[in-house]
C-alpha cells in the first residue's frame, strides 16, 4: 500500500509542474490579451491610473485589491469581485463599464481563478509595469530546443537495445539500475492495453504463456501492432492533440457533421505506418499536394480537417476578426501539436520567454490567412465553416436526381393543398356576407367554441366553419389598414346588431356578387372585395387552420403526399464532403503586425515566413521560398520535417515516449520553450529523433525499438526514490491508471459485448444542425457498444463517463492527460448504464458457459482471467464463495427465486471484480 501512495504522489508531482507550464501558456494567449484590451486603461501602471485603488497589471495587484478589497479569491471565481465585476449581475459594480465583455472572455476569466490564478508578472506594480524581456535570438539559440539534433554515440557495452544503453547510462551514474523484468502476464496485459487500449483474452494469455520459442515477445509485438485496434488506441492519442470534436461548441454548438471522415484518417493512416512527414504535410496542406488518385487526392482533403476542427465564435459579426481569430487558433494548435511550442500568445505581444516576436507570429499568420477556412458570409450573419467536396461524378449526378425527386413530391403536395383549398374557400366565398354578420356577434377576442355558439345560434349559418368566423374577426381588428372593412369597424359599436347586420349586407353583398360573378370589372371598391375573398392576406387565407376543416379524405390524402415528400427528403444521399480549408482567392505575401493583437491597429508589414530562431537553429540563412501562387502551407509543412528541423522529430518522439512511459523525456510534451521541462535524457532524446528520421519517420519502427527495452519490460519497483522520486530516470516502470476510454472499453470488452467494428458517422445529427445546447434537445447518444473512440465528442457537453475519467477538453491541444482519483469515479462504476451492462453481460456469459452442476469454483476462475487477466488465489476463491452466499441470502426475502438470485449475485460479484483497482490499473 505504502508502495502504490508513493507513486500516487509521484505522479501528481510529474503532472502538477506540467500544467504550471500550462497555465502560464494559457494567461499568456487568453488572459493578458484580455486584460491589455479591456482593463489596462484604468488599472494599470502603464497608463498611470488606479481607479477604485485597483491595479491589475501583476499578480501581487490582483490578490492586494483596491478599495472593496482583493479582487480575486484563488481557486474561487465565485467569491472573486473580478468576476463579479465582469459577469453584471451587480448594477453597482460592472467593469468594463463602457459594456459587458462576451460570455467566452467571461468564461476565461472564471477558469483562470478556478486554475490558480497563473501569471508570471512578478513583483508589486509601484511606479512601474513588470515587464519579462524577449531572450533575444543569440540566447535562443543556446537553448537545446533550438538546436538541431545532434548524432551521439550509443553506449553500446551498456546493453543491446539503445534504448537501454542510455537509461543505464544515467542510472549508474546515481548508483541505480533497471529493475527486474516483469512477469509474463504483466507484461502482456500492459503491451495489449498500451498498443491497442483493450485487455488481453483468456487464450491471448495462454498462448503467450506457452510459446518459449525465441522472440515470442516480439511476436506478441507485432501481432498487436498488425491489429486494426492498434490504429483505433493510437489514433485516439493523436485526435486528444489534434483537439477532435464532432460539434464547433462556444456559441454555436453546430455538428461537425463530416470530422469522422478525419477521425477514420487518422485510425487508417495510424495503421498503414504512414510515415509521419507525410501525415503532418497532408494535414497542413494536402489540398496542395498533387495527386492523379482520386483516392489518396480526396483522403488528403480529409487530413486538412485538422486545422478546422478548432471551435469557432460563429456569430462574431465582426468577419475580420474571426478569420484572424481562427488564424490564431490554427497557429497555437499547429505550434503545440508539431512543435512544442507555444505561440498562440505571440498575436498581441512578443513572447515572454520564447525568442518569438510579433513579427515572427505574422509571417506565420500571412500564410494561414491565405487559407480559406469558412464559406463567405456577410457581417452579422452566422458563418459556417468549409466542407470540401468528395466523390465522383456519379455521386453528384445521384445527389441531383433524388433533389429532383424531391422537389417533385414537394410540388405534388401542394398542388394537392392548393386544390384542396380552393374546394373550401369555392363555398366560402359565396358566404362571405355571412361569415362578416356572424364575426359582428362573435365579441372581441372570442374563441372557436364562442364562434361555434353564435352558429348554432341561427340555422341559416350552421354550415358556416366557426374557424373562420373568429379568423374574420381576428383579421379585421389586426388589419385597421384594410380600408375595405371600415363600414365593418364602424357598426361593432351600433347598439342594434339587427341593424347593423342589414347594413353590412347592403353594403358588401353587392360588391361580393360583382367580384365574383365579373373578374374584370376595374370598379375600385370591386377590386378591393376581390382581394377580400382571393388575396393570400385576405381573411380566408390566414395559415394553420384550413386542414382542421378538410374532408376526412382530402386530409388523408395530404397527409400521404407529405409523408412521401419528407421520406424523399430523409432519404437525399448526402453529398460527401469534409470538414477540411483551402487556398483562398487572395494570397497574403506579407501581412502587417497587429498591434495588441487588434486587427484595426496595423503596425509593421512582414513577407510570410518561418520563425527567425528555428530557422537559425537549421544554420541557414533564407527559410523556405513560397510560392506566390498558393498560401505556403506545402512550403512550410516541408520545411518542418527537414531532418535538421530542431523541433518536430524531437517533439514527435517524445510524444511517443510520454504514451509508452506515462511521462515524456521531456514533461511537458506541448512545451519545448524556455517555460517548460529539461529532458531528463537529452542524449536519448536527439539519438531517437535522428533515429526516426533515418527510419523513414515510421512510428511503427519506433515503438518496436521501445517495446523491445527491458525498460519498458521492467517491473514496477522504485528502487531509490530519495534519489529519483519522479521516476524520470526509469528505475521501475512507472504503474498508470487506464483512459477513460480504455475504462469503457476494457469493461465492454472483458464482458464479450464490444463491437470491434470500425469507422462511419456516429452523430446522429445533419451536418451545421444544433447538436446541443441550452434550448435544443440533446442529439448525443452514448447507448453503443462500439470502442469509445466512435462515441460523440461534444464540446461543452462531453460524455459523463469519459469526462469523469479525465477526458480531455476537446477545445484544445492536450498532449499528456491528467489521471485525478474523485468520488464521481467510483458512483459511475456502480450506477452508469456502461458498468451495469457489462456485469450483467459477464454474469450471463458465464451462466451459459458454466452449467449449474460445474460449481462456482470454475467460474470464478473465468471471471478473473477475463477480467484481471489470471487466475484467483485460494483467498480470493474462498471470498467470492463467501461474497455469493452472503448477497444471495440478503436477496431471499425479496426474491424467491433462487435462479433469479444467482444471476443477480454474480452480476454483483462481475462487478465487484470490474471496479478493482487491479482492473483499472497497468504495472
Known amino acids: 500500500m505504502l508502495r502504490w501512495s508513493f507513486l500516487g504522489a509521484v505522479w501528481l508531482t510529474v503532472a502538477g509542474g506540467a500544467r504550471a507550464a500550462d497555465g502560464m501558456a494559457f494567461f499568456e494567449k487568453e488572459i493578458r490579451p484580455l486584460l491589455v484590451e479591456h482593463c489596462y486603461d484604468?488599472?494599470?501602471?502603464?497608463?498611470?491610473?488606479?481607479?477604485?485603488?485597483?491595479?491589475?497589471?501583476?499578480?501581487?495587484?490582483?490578490?492586494?485589491?483596491?478599495?472593496?478589497?482583493p479582487a480575486v479569491v484563488v481557486g474561487e471565481p465565485e467569491k472573486s469581485l473580478l468576476v463579479e465585476a465582469v459577469v453584471y449581475e451587480n448594477p453597482d459594480m460592472r467593469m468594463p463599464p463602457d459594456g459587458a465583455l462576451g460570455e467566452h472572455e467571461v468564461s476565461l476569466l472564471k477558469q483562470w481563478v478556478k486554475a490558480g490564478l497563473p501569471d508570471p508578472r512578478?513583483?508589486?506594480?509601484?511606479?512601474g509595469v513588470v515587464k519579462l524581456k524577449t531572450p533575444s535570438l543569440e540566447r535562443g539559440l543556446e537553448h537545446w530546443a533550438f538546436q538541431s539534433p545532434r548524432e551521439v554515440a550509443v553506449p553500446q557495452a551498456l546493453a543491446e537495445n539503445p534504448v537501454d544503453a542510455f537509461l543505464r547510462q544515467g542510472l549508474l551514474a546515481v548508483g541505480l539500475d533497471l529493475a527486474p523484468e516483469a512477469d509474463r502476464r504483466t507484461l502482456l496485459r500492459r503491451v495489449t492495453f498500451d498498443l491497442t487500449g483493450l485487455p488481453p483474452t483468456p487464450k491471448e494469455m495462454a498462448d503467450f504463456l506457452a510459446?518459449?520459442?525465441?522472440?515470442?515477445?516480439?511476436?506478441?509485438?507485432?501481432?498487436?501492432?498488425?491489429?486494426?485496434?492498434?490504429?483505433?488506441?493510437?489514433?485516439?492519442?493523436?485526435?486528444?492533440?489534434?483537439?477532435?470534436?464532432?460539434?464547433?461548441?462556444?456559441?454555436?454548438?453546430?455538428?461537425?457533421?463530416?470530422?469522422?471522415?478525419?477521425?477514420?484518417?487518422?485510425?487508417?493512416?495510424?495503421?498503414?505506418?504512414?510515415?509521419?512527414?507525410?501525415?503532418?504535410?497532408e494535414q497542413l496542406a494536402g489540398d496542395l499536394m498533387p495527386s492523379k488518385d482520386l483516392k489518396k487526392r480526396h483522403e488528403r482533403m480529409v487530413a486538412t480537417a485538422f486545422l478546422n476542427l478548432g471551435a469557432k465564435v460563429l456569430a462574431e459579426p465582426d468577419k475580420e476578426k474571426l478569420v484572424m481569430d481562427?488564424?490564431?487558433?490554427?497557429?497555437?494548435?499547429?505550434?503545440?501539436?508539431?512543435?512544442g511550442m507555444t505561440l498562440g500568445c505571440v498575436r498581441c505581444h512578443d513572447h515572454k520567454f520564447d525568442p518569438i516576436t510579433q513579427a515572427d507570429y505574422y509571417s506565420l499568420a500571412a500564410i494561414f490567412k491565405s487559407t480559406d477556412a469558412f464559406v463567405p458570409a456577410k457581417k452579422g450573419v452566422i458563418s459556417l465553416w468549409k466542407e470540401l467536396p468528395l466523390g465522383?461524378?456519379?455521386?453528384?449526378?445521384?445527389?441531383?436526381?433524388?433533389?429532383?425527386d424531391l422537389k417533385q413530391a414537394q410540388a405534388a403536395a401542394k398542388k394537392a393543398e392548393r386544390e384542396a383549398d380552393e374546394i373550401l374557400l369555392a363555398a366560402a366565398r359565396p358566404r362571405a356576407v355571412d361569415y362578416l354578420c356572424a364575426a359582428?356577434?362573435?365579441?372581441?377576442?372570442?374563441?372557436?367554441?364562442?364562434?361555434?355558439?353564435?352558429?348554432?345560434?341561427?340555422?341559416?349559418?350552421?354550415?358556416?366553419?366557426?374557424?373562420?368566423?373568429?379568423?374574420?374577426?381576428?383579421?379585421?381588428?389586426?388589419?385597421?389598414?384594410?380600408?375595405?372593412?371600415?363600414?365593418?369597424?364602424?357598426?361593432?359599436?351600433?347598439?342594434?346588431?339587427?341593424?347593423?347586420?342589414?347594413?353590412?349586407?347592403?353594403?358588401?353583398?353587392?360588391?361580393?356578387?360583382?367580384?365574383?360573378?365579373?373578374?374584370?370589372?376595374?370598379?375600385?371598391?370591386?377590386?378591393?372585395?376581390?382581394?377580400?375573398?382571393?388575396?393570400?392576406?385576405?381573411?380566408?387565407?390566414?395559415?394553420?387552420?384550413?386542414?382542421?376543416?378538410?374532408?376526412?379524405?382530402?386530409?388523408?390524402?395530404?397527409?400521404?403526399?407529405t409523408a412521401a415528400a419528407e421520406q424523399v427528403e430523409s432519404d437525399l444521399p448526402d453529398l460527401p464532403t469534409t470538414l477540411g480549408v483551402s487556398d483562398g482567392e487572395l494570397v497574403h505575401a506579407s501581412l502587417p503586425v497587429h498591434i495588441r493583437g487588434n486587427h484595426r491597429m496595423l503596425g509593421e508589414v512582414v513577407k510570410r515566413d518561418v520563425p527567425r530562431v528555428m530557422q537559425a537553429s537549421m544554420r541557414r540563412e533564407e527559410g523556405p521560398v513560397f510560392s506566390p501562387e498558393n498560401s505556403g502551407r506545402l512550403e512550410l509543412a516541408r520545411w518542418m520535417t527537414q531532418p535538421d528541423h530542431p523541433l518536430t522529430a524531437r517533439v514527435l518522439v517524445n510524444r511517443v515516449w510520454g504514451w509508452h512511459f506515462g511521462q515524456g523525456l521531456v514533461t511537458t510534451r506541448d512545451n519545448f520553450g524556455f517555460l517548460g521541462a529539461e529532458p531528463s535524457h537529452p542524449e536519448l532524446l536527439d539519438w531517437m529523433a535522428r533515429w526516426l528520421v533515418k527510419n523513414q519517420w515510421s512510428i511503427k519502427a519506433l515503438h518496436r525499438l521501445i517495446l523491445s527495452s527491458r525498460a519498458w519490460r521492467q517491473q514496477a519497483l522504485a528502487a531509490a526514490p530519495e534519489i529519483d522520486p519522479e521516476n524520470r530516470l526509469l528505475s521501475?516502470?512507472?504503474?498508470?491508471?487506464?483512459?477513460?476510454?480504455?475504462?469503457?472499453?476494457?469493461?465492454?470488452?472483458?464482458?464479450?459485448?464490444?463491437?470491434?467494428?470500425?469507422?462511419?458517422?456516429?452523430?446522429?445529427?445533419?451536418?451545421?444542425?444544433?447538436?446541443?445546447?441550452?434550448?435544443?434537445?440533446?442529439?448525443?447518444?452514448?447507448?453503443?457498444?462500439?470502442?469509445?473512440?466512435?462515441?460523440?465528442v461534444i464540446r461543452n457537453h462531453l460524455y459523463e463517463f469519459l469526462a469523469q475519467f479525465d477526458h480531455p477538453d476537446p477545445s484544445m491541444p492536450t498532449g499528456a492527460r491528467s489521471a485525478s482519483v474523485i468520488a464521481p469515479q467510483a458512483l459511475l462504476l456502480l450506477n452508469s448504464p456502461t458498468a451495469l451492462r457489462a456485469a450483467e453481460a459477464m454474469a450471463a456469459e458465464l451462466s451459459q458457459e458454466f452449467d449449474a452442476g460445474a460449481g462456482d469454483e470454475l467460474r470464478v476462475v473465468a471471471l478473473f482471467e477475463r477480467a484481471m487477466a489470471r487466475a484467483p488465489t485460494a483467498a480470493e476463491q474462498a471470498d467470492c464463495r463467501d461474497f455469493l452466499r452472503e448477497y444471495e441470502s440478503v436477496l431471499a426475502s425479496t426474491q424467491p427465486d433462487p435462479a433469479r438470485r444467482s444471476r443477480e449475485a454474480w452480476r454483483a460479484l462481475a462487478q465487484t471484480v470490474m471496479m478493482a483497482n487491479e482492473f483499472l490499473y497497468l504495472r
Open 122 to 127: 512578478e513583483g508589486e506594480a509601484k511606479g
Open 211 to 281: 510459446d518459449h520459442r525465441p522472440g515470442a515477445w516480439m511476436r506478441v509485438v507485432e501481432r498487436l501492432l498488425a491489429s486494426p485496434q492498434y490504429g483505433v488506441r493510437w489514433g485516439r492519442h493523436w485526435l486528444d492533440v489534434a483537439r477532435y470534436a464532432d460539434s464547433n461548441g462556444l456559441d454555436e454548438n453546430l455538428a461537425f457533421g463530416t470530422a469522422w471522415r478525419y477521425r477514420d484518417y487518422v485510425v487508417d493512416s495510424v495503421n498503414a505506418d504512414k510515415p509521419f512527414d507525410e501525415f503532418l504535410t
Open 326 to 339: 481562427v488564424v490564431d487558433e490554427q497557429i497555437d494548435t499547429m505550434g503545440k501539436a508539431f512543435l
Open 392 to 404: 465522383s461524378f456519379d455521386d453528384f449526378a445521384d445527389a441531383i436526381s433524388s433533389e429532383r
Open 440 to 561: 359582428l356577434r362573435l365579441k372581441k377576442g372570442g374563441t372557436v367554441t364562442e364562434a361555434r355558439r353564435v352558429l348554432e345560434s341561427r340555422p341559416a349559418w350552421r354550415d358556416l366553419h366557426a374557424e373562420w368566423v373568429a379568423l374574420m374577426r381576428v383579421y379585421i381588428e389586426t388589419h385597421p389598414d384594410d380600408v375595405f372593412f371600415d363600414l365593418w369597424r364602424e357598426q361593432q359599436e351600433a347598439s342594434d346588431v339587427n341593424q347593423a347586420e342589414k347594413k353590412l349586407v347592403a353594403h358588401y353583398a353587392p360588391l361580393f356578387q360583382r367580384a365574383l360573378e365579373d373578374p374584370k370589372d376595374s370598379a375600385e371598391e370591386v377590386v378591393a372585395a376581390r382581394a377580400a375573398l382571393m388575396e393570400k392576406r385576405g381573411p380566408f387565407a390566414l395559415p394553420g387552420i384550413r386542414s382542421a376543416m378538410y374532408p376526412a379524405a382530402t386530409r388523408a390524402r395530404l397527409e400521404e403526399l
Open 732 to 792: 521501475g516502470f512507472s504503474p498508470r491508471r487506464l483512459e477513460a476510454e480504455e475504462i469503457r472499453d476494457a469493461l465492454l470488452h472483458a464482458a464479450g459485448v464490444l463491437d470491434l467494428t470500425l469507422g462511419g458517422k456516429t452523430v446522429p445529427r445533419r451536418n451545421r444542425q444544433f447538436v446541443f445546447n441550452h434550448t435544443s434537445k440533446d442529439g448525443t447518444g452514448y447507448e453503443t457498444v462500439r470502442r469509445s473512440l466512435y462515441l460523440p
Open 42 to 69: 484604468c488599472h494599470s501602471t502603464e497608463a498611470g491610473k488606479a481607479k477604485g485603488g485597483l491595479l491589475l497589471d501583476t499578480r501581487e495587484a490582483l490578490l492586494r485589491g483596491g478599495d472593496n478589497g
